[in-house]
């Protein structure tokens, strides 16, 4: 199991609304959670634990958490922000940050469905394996068949329209993928430029901060 510091790549910021906190999960394990909030530091609560802010975490799995804020239990799930009003940010934003290595890997949801992926600008198009496109219910066979030279070699490869990606609040449609058949990525999608480039993209050091443009 990946433990909670691994889970620090992906995280997200709500717009702050006026007299209430935001509280944003950036990392899920079974019993645990690492919440941020008013854009803090994170913080690692337990099952059963409260912040200083009266916010108790009840439990949690690696989907999802569930925490207690006045009274009201509200779910979260990894890389979603509410304010403690309950109302979701309506921030069309989501930031990352790197690994070691540099490389930004984070969890963005396809059809609805939870892949991995690594931001790679020099992807055309946000791509994906023949494993991931199954779970997410992709018919890419009837897509137009080309090959795909990568890392570890030729693969063959279908152009696909994506119905959905979903990178913490920035919800994009009719998004232009392609599905590679075999091992060639690995297990991890790459995020592309025909989900990039609509959006914002900012880096501070280790940090990249995408803001939906369209």
Do not use: C, W
Not at 27 to 41: E, F, H, P, W, Y
Not at 56 to 67: C, F, N, W
């Amino acid at each position: 199991m990946r433990n909670i510091s691994s889970l620090l790549a992906f995280f997200l910021f709500g717009a702050h609304a006026a007299g209430a906190a935001d509280i944003n999960a950036i990392g899920l394990t079974a019993g645990k959670a690492v919440l941020v909030i008013d854009g803090g530091k994170p913080r690692t609560l337990r099952a059963g634990e409260t912040t200083p802010e009266k916010i108790k975490l009840i439990s949690a799995t690696s989907e999802s958490a569930v925490i207690e804020v006045a009274g009201k239990r509200q779910t979260l799930t990894l890389g979603q922000s509410i304010s403690i009003g309950g109302s979701v940010s309506g921030a069309q934003r989501a930031t990352l940050t790197a690994d070691a290595r540099g490389h930004f890997f984070t969890t963005a949801a396809v059809n609805g469905v939870s892949l991995r992926f690594i931001v790679d600008t020099g992807a055309s198009v946000v791509t994906i394996g023949a494993a991931d496109a199954k779970r997410a219910g992709i018919l890419y066979l009837s897509g137009q068949k080309s090959v795909l030279q990568t890392a570890n070699g030729v693969a063959p490869a279908y152009r696909v329209k994506l119905d959905t990606v979903r990178l913490g609040e920035i919800i994009l449609n009719n998004v232009d993928g392609v599905v590679v058949e075999g091992n060639a990525l690995g297990g991890v999608g790459l995020l592309g430029l025909s989900f990039l480039n609509r959006t914002e993209m900012r880096r501070d050091g280790d940090t990249m901060t995408l803001t939906r443009r369209y």
